[in-house]
């Protein structure tokens, strides 16, 4: 008798039967979704969505039966069974912003075309999102960034972005190493080529993942990333990119509405689906988790984040983390080193740039520090963690 498949093996099994078809019959893929809720026509968002979550509706119960293996595979059923760390103090900090974060979202209901807010538009492009620039020029502050943190960083940022290991290609910015390089590349939308002002930080975000594994590979040989700081440098220079646009005395409330899409994941949808997850590892070790109870909780969960029911939006199903028993309360680790990185940000905006000696000893951490032993290093973190910022 053959050996019961895994959990994760089972959703990625679901997921690739998942199909969006257009209104010509044309199978879209994720490029031409996202590139729809990115537009700017407000009923061609509400329509694609509908596409999108229609994909995923014949596949409720068979993820909910994959949720409940994973969570039944989950060595831990608690985020503080991971991390010795509570996630109550930092979703707490997050919840008494909320409220301020949905007026933010009815506000651009209104400047994207919408009568109200809508799921469909959280990714949705302000008509008025800055005037280009050259990469150029996107480069150069960024150079000024990576400076401004450590000793040779602007030489990294030309370096890199000089390069063949940027490459403008695909929908979605990331950066990759390949099987058996020792270097990284970087992938940036075509659309970068002459990036908007808020896309910088984008830039800068994915320059921090490369930086982070250089260093790493030649401080910490063949050691893996502690999963709570892979983010962690990515996220530093993302923010401290953003600091310094609002300082180069740019208009601060299109820059705020900029922002508004990263704010949003940090403050509402991140919270909403590691709340999901707390709620349903539990219930499926006890054997109580069933599609009607599992959506039943994320219309409570996520009326609290949004102020509105998510509307059959299936953001458990289509949330892959939750399925993969080898990443427990990854939405936690993402949560916490996003804190971390910005109260980084802070530091650096106040005392400068560090010496890279210091500056390979935090990456050298980065990499052999649990969270726990960080926190013990770094007081001042523990506040952070412990009542987030």
Same mark, same amino acid.
């Given at each position: ?144 960034? !990576?400076?401004?943190? +450590?000793?040779? =960083?602007?030489? $990294?940022?030309?370096?890199? /972005?000089?390069?063949?290991?940027? @490459? %403008? #290609? ?44 250089? !260093?790493?590979?030649? +401080?910490?040989? =063949?050691?893996? $990333?502690?999963?709570?700081? /892979?983010?962690?440098?990515?996220? @530093? %220079? #993302? ?66 984040? %949004? ?83």
């Amino acid at each position: 008798m053959p050996a019961p498949e895994k959990a994760f093996s089972q959703y990625l099994r679901l997921k690739s039967r998942v199909r969006q078809y257009g209104a010509d019959g044309r199978r879209l893929g994720p490029a031409d979704i996202i590139s729809v809720l990115r537009g700017t026509n407000a009923a061609e968002r509400k329509n694609i969505w509908k596409i999108l979550c229609g994909g995923w509706r014949p596949f409720r119960a068979e993820g909910c039966s994959a949720l409940v293996l994973a969570g039944r595979e989950k060595t831990a059923s608690s985020v503080a069974d991971v991390f010795v760390v509570d996630s109550a103090p930092l979703l707490k900090a997050l919840a008494g912003k909320r409220a301020g974060l949905q007026k933010e979202l009815e506000a651009k209901a209104a400047l994207v075309g919408a009568n109200g807010f809508r799921y469909c538009d959280l990714w949705a492009r302000l008509p008025d999102a800055g005037e280009p620039v050259t990469f150029e020029a996107a480069v150069k502050e960024i150079e000024a960034v !990576y400076e401004g943190v +450590l000793e040779g =960083g602007r030489d $990294f940022v030309r370096d890199l /972005a000089g390069s063949g290991r940027l @490459l %403008f #290609e695909g929908a979605e910015p990331r950066c990759v190493t390949p099987e058996g390089a020792n270097s990284e590349l970087v992938y940036l939308p075509a659309s970068f080529k002459n990036p908007r002002p808020q896309e910088i930080p984008v830039i800068a975000h994915e320059f921090g993942h490369a930086l982070h594994c250089a !260093y790493a590979r030649r +401080l910490a040989p =063949g050691k893996p $990333f502690n999963i709570v700081f /892979a983010e962690y440098f990515s996220q @530093l %220079f #993302e923010e401290l990119a953003w600091r310094r646009l609002e300082a180069a005395g740019r208009d601060r409330e299109a820059l705020r509405l900029g922002r508004l899409e990263q704010r949003v994941l940090d403050g509402l949808l991140t919270p909403a689906v590691l709340e999901l997850e707390e709620y349903s590892v539990p219930a499926a070790k006890r054997g109580a988790l069933t599609l009607e109870k599992l959506e039943a909780a994320e219309d409570r969960i996520f009326r609290e984040w %949004f102020n509105e029911p998510p509307l059959e939006a299936l953001f458990w199903l289509r949330s892959e983390r939750l399925f993969n028993p080898e990443l427990p309360f990854h939405n936690f680790v993402y949560l916490a080193g996003r804190a971390l990185a910005q109260a980084a940000a802070a530091r650096f905006a106040r005392t400068g740039r560090i010496k890279r000696a210091a500056f390979d000893q935090l990456v050298q951490d980065a990499v052999e520090l649990d969270l726990r032993h960080w926190l013990a290093k770094y007081p001042d973190d523990a506040a952070v963690i412990k009542g987030a910022p």
